[in-house]
């Protein structure tokens, strides 16, 4: 193969894969901790067509939402432990559920595959 036919192999593959990094769907984790509360959402981006679930992890512990569809090309989750948010559809966690002050968060699809990066999160500590 000549150098010419190498550059070009190698500029295809390279814009294969910008154009796959450009479609990517993307997710932003945000958490909460208070002494008596954890909270925290999961909002995915850059979706296809379909329903997804979150999973939340903090130490040890990992909670996942039902599946729900996406809106437009965006899916949002939110986890709580105060009832009245999970009365408004929040999924529930326990008051201690965070650990160390940071979360992991990412979506999955009704296959069963992770269509987001996992995303770390430090929690803002409120009192």
Same mark, same amino acid.
């Given at each position: 193969?000549?150098?010419?036919?190498?550059?070009?192999?190698?500029?295809?593959?390279?814009?294969?894969?910008?154009?796959?990094?450009?479609?990517?769907?993307?997710?932003?984790?945000?958490?909460?901790?208070?002494?008596?509360?954890?909270?925290?959402?999961?909002?995915?981006?850059?979706?296809?067509?379909?329903?997804?679930?979150?999973?939340?992890?903090?130490?040890?512990?990992?909670?996942?939402?039902? !599946?729900?569809?996406?809106?437009?090309?965006?899916?949002? !989750?939110? !986890?709580?432990?105060?009832?009245?948010?999970?009365?408004?559809?929040?999924?529930?966690?326990?008051?201690? !559920?965070?650990?160390?002050?940071?979360?992991?968060?990412?979506?999955?699809?009704?296959?069963?595959?992770?269509?987001?990066?996992?995303?770390?999160?430090?929690?803002?500590?409120?009192?």
């Amino acid at each position: 193969m000549t150098i010419k036919k190498i550059a070009v192999a190698g500029a295809v593959t390279m814009l294969g894969f910008f154009a796959f990094a450009a479609s990517a769907a993307d997710v932003k984790v945000t958490c909460e901790k208070r002494s008596s509360r954890s909270r925290a959402s999961v909002d995915g981006s850059s979706l296809a067509q379909g329903s997804y679930r979150a999973v939340l992890r903090s130490g040890t512990r990992t909670v996942r939402t039902t !599946f729900e569809p996406a809106i437009g090309d965006e899916a949002q !989750f939110d !986890f709580d432990s105060n009832p009245n948010d999970v009365a408004d559809g929040a999924t529930a966690i326990p008051a201690n !559920f965070i650990v160390d002050g940071r979360v992991k968060g990412y979506l999955i699809n009704e296959a069963g595959k992770r269509v987001t990066p996992i995303f770390e999160a430090i929690c803002r500590v409120r009192r």
